[in-house]
Structures are given as structure tokens and as C-alpha cells.
Nanobody, 125 residues
Framework: QVQLVESGGGLVQAGGSLRLSCAASGRTFSNAAMAWFRQASGKEREFVASISGGSGAYRYYADSVKGRFIIFRDNGENTVYLQMNSLKPEDTAAYYC?????????????????WGQGTQVTVSA
């Protein structure tokens, strides 16, 4: 069982940066693949980034955030992060952390068992 709590969202101007955190509880965190998804108002939830379990050697990004966002994890702190740079108004959304009980990642939200409550990111023009 893994419980997830996101933090770090807020209001930022375009071009700015934010770092989201996802604190996990549960013994299986270090082996769990993790991901960030986002959902803008009136739109479907979409994949943002994922990182494999263990060392986090494998990382994947949506084309829309590649080169601007970085996902990384600290297993000692049971936390996964999403560093968001060069933010754009179209990045405005609720951001959700997700975990699955295997080391391999997935891009489909249905591949994740555990979800946080979400944190809002708003980017002003």
C-alpha cells in the first residue's frame, strides 16, 4: 500500500519555475514506478512524466514538457519531484502524482494504482 501527498503548486508567471513534491508512505516506495499527470479544466487527464522504480534510471516525458520539466526521486526521503522550468500558461492544471507496484513505468493513467489528491499549478501570461 502506498499513500501519496503532493505539494508545491501555486501561481507563477510565464517563464518561471516551480518544484512539485510527492511524499509517499509505504514500504514499497523505493521499488515503485512513479509518474506525474495533469488535468486542465474541461480536459482529460494527461501524462506528464514518469520515472522507473529503484534507481530511477528510466525517465519519460510528454513531448509538451520535454526539455522543460525534470522528474527525479529521492528514495531516502520517499519523495518524487517534478521540477518545472520555463512554465507556460498552457501548463496550468491540477497535477497528480501516481504510483504503481512495479519498477517499470507506464504512460497510461490506468497503469497506476495509487494517486495523490492533486496540487494546482496556475501560470499567468
Amino acid at each position: 500500500q502506498v499513500q501519496l501527498v503532493e505539494s508545491g503548486g501555486g501561481l507563477v508567471q510565464a517563464g518561471g519555475s516551480l518544484r512539485l513534491s510527492c511524499a509517499a508512505s509505504g514500504r514499497t516506495f523505493s521499488n515503485a514506478a512513479m509518474a506525474w499527470f495533469r488535468q486542465a479544466s474541461g480536459k482529460e487527464r494527461e501524462f506528464v512524466a514518469s520515472i522507473s522504480g529503484g534507481s530511477g534510471a528510466y525517465r519519460y516525458y510528454a513531448d509538451s514538457v520535454k526539455g522543460r520539466f525534470i522528474i527525479f526521486r529521492d528514495n531516502g526521503e520517499n519523495t518524487v519531484y517534478l521540477q518545472m522550468n520555463s512554465l507556460k500558461p498552457e501548463d496550468t492544471a491540477a497535477y497528480y502524482c501516481a504510483a504503481r507496484s512495479v519498477t517499470a513505468t507506464a504512460r497510461d493513467s490506468e497503469g497506476y494504482t495509487y494517486w495523490g489528491q492533486g496540487t494546482q499549478v496556475t501560470v499567468s501570461a
